[in-house]
């Protein structure tokens, strides 16, 4: 069964959020954030012969980016074309790498390559978000489902699965200046993520030294980023945006006047079922088949349309919070000396 968008509507939404697969969804990352608690990411680990297979698809993956270099797009902070072409590629390979994961029925790859495919962005918008993030997190969940990956696996899935997407995703970002879907601005946690702030809570939790507050040291970001994914998150912020975290991530900069990690990563998953499995421009997206099925009431046909944004809208309704004004990559700011076009206008905050 092929995947698809059914949630159009904020009473769907509701629906959507007293559901099994809603329960389910919530139950996988706390599994994951269990698992991954109190250990770096060099933690020694069960690796199943699925989960090698998930990250040679990764590494392929990164390959494509490799192969497909960015077009000239001087003059412009907003996506590269040359994504549209990256994308495509993943879908033509797709299928060949579901075929190779080892117990992967045929009549389900389909479905669950789907997830994988939809992880690294929108190819109309040339923009990532929360929303893809989570396709991620539903591929691991799916490929769990049906046997691929096996519950010996859950350290490795956050540690070296996730930890390997997140490097990917960055290299997609920067390549291609990915703009932030639906972004908060100032106000979010992140331009593009959300999990590797949660999991990453979660590795600190019960940690004798670090604290909250050592974000704010450049000395320990540096000594500490390579194992802690919440600190290589700020050290990549603090890499592309300029000025203070208090200025470009006052959120996060808020956070780090928590007492205890233990504080931070429970408030992380509240965050997190209200600001992506709660908002609708988000969960519009989200994809239903037969392995996370949709379980509430259909919109009736000729209800909805879908913009030339891919965003879907039921038909009266003002415009939405996912029809918002472009925002360009912040990668484009940090480049800025480096590019040989027209000027390019300053965007706050940078």
Not at 171 to 196: C, K, M, N, T
Not at 331 to 338: D, H, L, P
């Amino acid at each position: 069964m092929q995947p698809r968008k059914v949630l159009i509507t904020k009473g769907q939404l509701a629906q959507f959020e007293a559901s099994s697969i809603h329960a389910r969804i919530v139950a996988y990352i706390e599994t994951l954030n269990e698992a991954i608690t109190g250990k770096k990411l060099s933690v020694e680990c069960s690796t199943s012969e699925g989960a090698v297979s998930v990250l040679r698809i990764l590494d392929n993956i990164e390959q494509l980016v490799e192969a497909t270099p960015p077009q000239d797009n001087a003059g412009s902070r907003f996506g590269n074309p040359a994504f549209r072409t990256f994308y495509d590629e993943i879908q033509k390979n797709a299928a060949q790498w579901h075929a190779e994961l080892p117990g992967l029925a045929a009549d389900q790859a389909e479905e669950v390559a789907t997830y994988l495919c939809e992880s690294w962005g929108s190819r109309t918008r040339i923009d990532y978000g929360s929303g893809m993030e989570l396709n991620f997190l539903c591929w691991l969940m799916c490929l769990e489902q049906v046997g691929v990956l096996t519950e010996s696996d859950h350290v490795a899935l956050v540690s070296r699965a996730f930890w390997r997407y997140l490097q990917v995703m960055r290299r997609i970002q920067s390549a291609y200046w990915l703009e932030p879907a639906g972004s908060h601005g100032v106000w979010g946690l992140d331009d593009y993520h959300f999990l590797p702030f949660l999991f990453g809570s979660a590795q600190l939790r019960g940690h004798k030294y670090l604290r909250p507050k050592s974000i704010h040291d450049p000395d320990v970001l540096s000594e500490y980023s390579n194992e802690y994914m919440y600190l290589a998150c700020i050290q990549f912020i603090n890499s592309i945006k300029s000025a203070s975290l208090r200025w470009h991530s006052p959120m996060l900069d808020d956070i780090s006047a928590v007492k205890t990690w233990d504080k931070v990563n429970s408030g992380m998953i509240k965050m997190y079922k209200a600001e992506v499995l709660g908002k609708l421009p988000v969960m519009q997206h989200f994809l239903f088949g037969s392995l996370l099925p949709w379980e509430g009431d259909l919109l009736q046909e000729g209800n909805g349309h879908e913009d030339e944004h891919g965003h879907v809208h039921v038909k009266g309704d003002a415009w939405g919070d996912c029809c918002g004004i472009p925002i360009p990559a912040a990668f484009g700011a940090a480049q800025q000396n480096t590019l040989k076009g027209p000027a390019i206008r300053p965007v706050p905050f940078d």
